[in-house]
């Protein structure tokens, strides 16, 4: 779908505030409701949004250490590629996972309450990931940015 200066700006102001009641985005980007609703469905059914949710705060649940962890498998065959996806995905502590170029094969995001949490989660979830041959974990100090996406360039449309 290629997006005009119009959807830039809805997507814009979504990320600022998804809950933005569909007047108030209209008014926003100079629509009427009806004609912002019907750009909204689009985008929706198009994929270019893909959900909405609320952004919690680790911290603020419990989880006060970000993992960052490296892995490497035994090869990179298709087979090899998924069983290690799809048992990755069941890991409820892992937030991000990227197949990587490079020296790794994987990247991933951890979310661990502490060091003991961690190493429970290293023990009994990375441990036994299918087709891990080498673990490399580095730990976050602190956030300097965290963006849940990249701006929008409306002049791009």
């Known amino acids: 779908m290629a997006l005009d200066a ?5 997507l814009t102001e979504l990320q600022q505030d998804g809950r933005m009641p569909n007047a108030a985005l209209a008014d926003k980007v100079g629509l009427s409701p009806s004609a912002c609703s019907r750009r909204l469905d689009a985008l929706e059914k198009s994929g270019t949004i893909r959900g909405y949710h609320a952004r919690l705060s680790n911290k603020a649940i419990g989880h006060q250490m970000t993992a960052v962890v490296h892995i490497s498998l035994s090869g990179q065959f298709q ?8 048992a990755v995905k069941r890991c409820p502590n892992v937030l991000v996972c990227y197949l990587m170029s490079g020296e790794y094969d994987y990247m991933l995001r951890i979310a661990a309450k502490d060091l003991a949490d961690y ?6 979830w990375l441990s036994n990931l299918p087709h891990v041959v080498k673990i490399n974990s580095s730990f976050a100090l602190r956030d300097v940015i965290d ?3 990249v701006g929008i360039d409306p002049a791009l449309a």
Do not use: S
Request: charged residues 50%; hydrophobic residues 25%; glycine residues 0%.
């Open 119 to 124: 190493e429970r989660i290293h023990r009994d």
């Open 79 to 86: 087979t090899t590629l998924r069983e290690f996806e799809d």
């Open 6 to 10: 119009i959807d830039r700006a809805i």
């Open 147 to 149: 963006r849940p996406n």
